[in-house]
Every structure is written in structure tokens, then in C-alpha cells.
């Protein structure tokens, strides 16, 4: 069967004008914006060793990849489907003797191999920045001022951070809330999933009052610091309670102690990060460990902003100004027009027409089209 002319495999689509020159002028914006705070852009390939990026992304399988065979080497290829696991590489390998803090800034197109319902694309514009070298609170803070700076600089509006703690489980199955090691990854699936039923089937009643220690930030701290009666999550909540103070005025921010999906490798601490009008979120971050070739780890934090729902909701697109230029028309006028930004579209034969123009050039002067 013939593939009809035009059609894309599902998940992947043309962008046409204006949407296309939005897309690329908030990617710009936004990477911009990360420089700003010292993050040097890396370009990393499109495509890597399907091993390389499976031993780098903790929480991804080879099957979840976009993979082909090399016709070079012989081995096997991934598409990325995040770009975080390649800026660890390049950090632990090109970069690993680079003075840290390092702060590395990147943006460019992902794959993925499957879509969801929230988001049924598969090819993404991804833009973000990495600081390797240190997950401390100090760092989240600024981890989290890049991306308010980003997002304000592409046009987004009404902010609001959702934080979580993805080691939650973890760390009070090991003292407040000990349960049979077994049952940890069944605990915490359930509580992402909000199944307070199934936790008591297994056996995990203590972890229900977690499931409603969720919501604004303030209100969500004194519930966990209520459970928390052996100080386990101490240090936790002390970091978050630094987080709240030094951004809380700048953005919306809430708490959810149990979100786990997609963080699964994350550190201390996820967020997630939202816009008004715009619907799921909009970027994804925390603090995780990157693997060295010695076999050495290194803390550090990023932040992953996505550039597609912007541009669906309108950002980025900017009344242009364009002038028809007739045949024989005054080339220094229009090279002079193009300095001062005004995109010029030549005639090539009498017939042509100022189709989408705003303007028509007589003479060495832009005269507004009715």
C-alpha cells in the first residue's frame, strides 16, 4: 500500500509559518536567557551508542529507545529522547577535567519512541540547563531562578513550580516507616498512583497520611513535618523550606512528597514546572548523580524546558514587517530596510503581488498597504 502524499508517521509533524519562525525565535529566547547566568551551550549529536544512553538514563530501557544499526560500526544507535544523559557524558568524558561547578546550557530536537496522551508528539524541542558538580540547596535555587528567567523571557505567564521528593520511600522505609525491602518499589508505585487501598492491602498503612500531604507549600511542610516524627526528612524539609523562601514570591509553588513518575532518577529532590493557559507541564528538573568512566558519581542538578507547548498556545509569533519590492526597485533602500529588520520580498517578474505584505516600497519609502 502507497503512502499518501504528505503523510507523516504519527507523533511527527511539519511546522509551517508563522509557527516555525516562533519555534526557533523562543528557543533563542531561552537560551539566552540560561547564558545569561553562565550556562556555555554543548550541541551533542542527535543520535549516541544505544549503551551509552541507556547506562546513562537510570530510568530508561533499551526497548523505550528509538534504535538502528550503525551501517559504519555495526552497532547499535538511539535516537536521544532527552538530552540530559548526554550533557552527563560530556561532563564526566570531554569535559571532566572543566573546574566545577560546571554549568552547561543545551536546546534541540528529542525523540521519543512512544507519545502520550498529554502529549502526542513524539518529536520535541527540548532546551535546559545542567550544574554538575553540586546538588545542594544553593543549587537547586539557582537551578530553579534559570528556568523562572527562561520561561519569563519566552512570554510565559503565571508560573508555578510542583516540587517532590523522589527518594521519599526510600529514606523512611530505612528508619520512620520500615517496611520489608521487598515491598519498597511496590510502596512507592503505589503511592504515585494515590492507591491508599492498595497500600493497606500491602500492609503499608503508615505511609496513607502522605497521600494527603500534598498541595501550596506551606500547608503541604507542616503535614510532613508532623509525620515525620524521627526527624528522617529533616534535611528535606529544611531544603525545601529554603527553596519557598527564596523563590515562593516569584512563583506559585506546591508540593507533592509522593509524585514519583517519571523522577525515577532523580536524588532529593524533582520539580515540575507549569504556565497559565498551558496545558501539562511545561518543563521537568532535579538533582541526580552522573556516572564517570572510573566509576566514580557526581552530584548535580538541571532543569529541561519544552519549547512545543509554548509555540502551540501562540508564543513567540510577532507581527512581521514586510515590504514588497517591485521590479527595478532601489537596492540600497532595500538593503537598508533588511538592517533596520524589515524582511523584503522581491518581485521576479510584473505579475507578482504583495501577497502577505504589509508594506510596498516606492521610491527609497515603505508606504503601508491598505
Known amino acids: 500500500m502507497s503512502i499518501a502524499p504528505g503523510l507523516l508517521p504519527e507523533g511527527l509533524r511539519d511546522r509551517l509559518p508563522p509557527q516555525a519562525e516562533a519555534a526557533s525565535r523562543l528557543m533563542h529566547r531561552v537560551i539566552v536567557a540560561i547564558g545569561r547566568h553562565g550556562y556555555a551551550r554543548v550541541m551533542p549529536p542527535l543520535a549516541e551508542f544505544e549503551e551509552s544512553l541507556v547506562g546513562r538514563l537510570k530510568s530508561s530501557r533499551a526497548q523505550d529507545l528509538f534504535r538502528m544499526v550503525d551501517p559504519v560500526s555495526q552497532r547499535m544507535l538511539a535516537l536521544r529522547p532527552d538530552m540530559t544523559a548526554q550533557i552527563g557524558r560530556i561532563a564526566a568524558t570531554r569535559m571532566g577535567h572543566a573546574s566545577r561547578p560546571l554549568r552547561l546550557a543545551y536546546g534541540g530536537t528529542v525523540i521519543k519512541l512512544r507519545a502520550t496522551q498529554l ?39 503565571d508560573i508555578s513550580f510542583d516540587l517532590t521528593l523522589p527518594d521519599l520511600v526510600d529514606t523512611l ?80 509553588l506546591t508540593l507533592d512528597p509522593t509524585e514519583r513518575h517519571g523522577f525515577e532518577y532523580q536524588s532529593w529532590i524533582g520539580f515540575s514546572l507549569f504556565g497559565g493557559g498551558l496545558a501539562g507541564e511545561i518543563g521537568r528538573g532535579g538533582s541526580y548523580t552522573i556516572l564517570h568512566p572510573d566509576g566514580r558519581e557526581e552530584p548535580a542538578v538541571g532543569v529541561s524546558l519544552y519549547i512545543d507547548p509554548l509555540v502551540d498556545i501562540g508564543l513567540g509569533i510577532e507581527p512581521a514587517r514586510r515590504i514588497f519590492l517591485p521590479l527595478g526597485h532601489d537596492q540600497a533602500a532595500a538593503a537598508k530596510l533588511r538592517a533596520e529588520g524589515w524582511t523584503t520580498v522581491a518581485a521576479l517578474s510584473d505579475h507578482d503581488q504583495p501577497n502577505d505584505c504589509t508594506h510596498r516600497l516606492e521610491g527609497s519609502m515603505p508606504v503601508e498597504l491598505s
Request: hydrophobic fraction near 50%; glycine fraction near 10%.
Open 119 to 157: 502529549r502526542p508528539e513524539r518529536e520535541l524541542m527540548q532546551a535546559g540547563a545542567e550544574l554538575v558538580g553540586s546538588h545542594s540547596v544553593a543549587a537547586v535555587i539557582e537551578i530553579l531562578r534559570v528556568a523562572l528567567d527562561a520561561l519569563k523571557a519566552a512570554g510565559v505567564q
Open 173 to 252: 522505609a530505612t528508619g520512620a516507616m520500615p517496611i520489608d525491602p521487598a515491598w519498597i518499589g511496590d510502596v512507592r508505585s503505589l503511592l504515585d498512583a494515590k492507591d491508599a487501598g492498595g497500600l493497606a492491602a500491602v500492609g503499608a498503612d503508615a505511609y496513607l497520611p502522605l497521600l494527603s500531604a500534598a498541595g501550596p507549600i506551606d500547608g503541604a511542610l507542616r503535614k510532613l513535618r508532623a509525620l515525620d516524627r524521627t526527624q528522617a526528612l529533616d534535611s528535606r524539609l529544611a531544603g525545601i523550606e529554603q527553596i519557598a523562601a527564596a523563590i515562593g514570591d516569584d512563583v506559585a
